[in-house]
């Protein structure tokens, strides 16, 4: 087929379809990044969406791969531009979705991943309700989110304070989202978001190729 793009041709043996918005929110700790990796590593018709960020990178974290890690007088520059589909503060940094190439992309049927927030999810849903799947994961207790937290050893016992604090405010908003899954067990956690994307890769509205082949069909 002409003009597919370099990377595997999406959707082989089935229609042509719309890509979606498919967003993973839960409390830091409760186990999104690692659904995102799994689902990443697992999914080759799905591409993590990176957002820009003006706090400092992590060891190990990567510009360009997990952020786009850039200065304030830069994010500045992106919000007076209009380059966000949506951005936040979160704990004292801002975090944005740069639209990039995302909006052809979906015609493209390519779907994106988005780790982001409840503010960011909400955003996202005024500029684009149509393509947006939201998927809430909840720690199994608070208790279990905190273990979480302190076995990264990343952060010190005032950050990981203000992190649990956070928690709660964020799973406040769990109602607002399509989805919710408890990451009690990972597999098991995994499958079932396998299973929200498969299914909503099927809705009527996103197999954009139904209409040419139901008049093929019908003769
Ligand atoms: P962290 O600093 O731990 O990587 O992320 C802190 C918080 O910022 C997380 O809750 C994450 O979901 C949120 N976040 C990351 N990127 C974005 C973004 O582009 N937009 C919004 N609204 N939140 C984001």
């Not at 992590?58 to 360009?64: A, L, N, T, V, Y």
């Not at 905190?146 to 990343?154: C, G, H, P, V, W």
């Not at 203000?162 to 919710?180: G, K, L, P, T």
């Not at 408890?182 to 996103?206: G, H, Q």
Request: with cysteine; charged share 30%; proline share 5%.
């Amino acid at each position: 087929m002409t003009g597919q793009p370099i990377t595997p041709p999406l959707q082989t043996n089935t229609l042509k379809r719309r890509g979606l918005l498919f967003i993973l929110s839960s409390p830091s700790g409760a186990g999104k990044t690692t659904l995102s990796r799994m689902l990443l590593e697992a999914d080759n018709h799905v591409e993590m969406s990176v957002s820009a960020t003006t706090r400092a990178p992590r060891p190990g974290e990567q510009d360009g791969v997990h952020y786009h890690f850039v200065s304030d007088a830069e994010f500045d520059r992106m919000i007076e531009e209009d380059d966000f589909y949506e951005w936040a503060e979160v704990f004292g940094h801002r975090y944005g979705t740069p639209k990039g190439a995302i909006r052809n992309a979906l015609k493209e049927g390519r779907d994106f991943l988005f780790d982001i927030d409840w503010q960011g999810t909400q955003q996202l849903y005024q500029k684009d309700a149509q393509d947006v799947v939201s998927v809430f994961i909840l720690p199994p207790s608070l208790d279990e989110l905190r273990r979480r937290l302190e076995a990264r050893a990343q952060d010190s016992a005032t950050v990981i304070d203000a992190r649990m604090e956070r928690a709660r405010a964020e799973i406040s908003h769990w109602a607002e989202y399509d989805y919710v899954v408890i990451n009690d067990d990972v597999e098991e956690c995994f499958a079932r978001v396998c299973e929200i994307l498969d299914a909503e890769r099927m809705r009527r509205t996103r197999q954009t190729g139904l209409i040419p082949f139901v008049r093929e069909l019908m003769g």
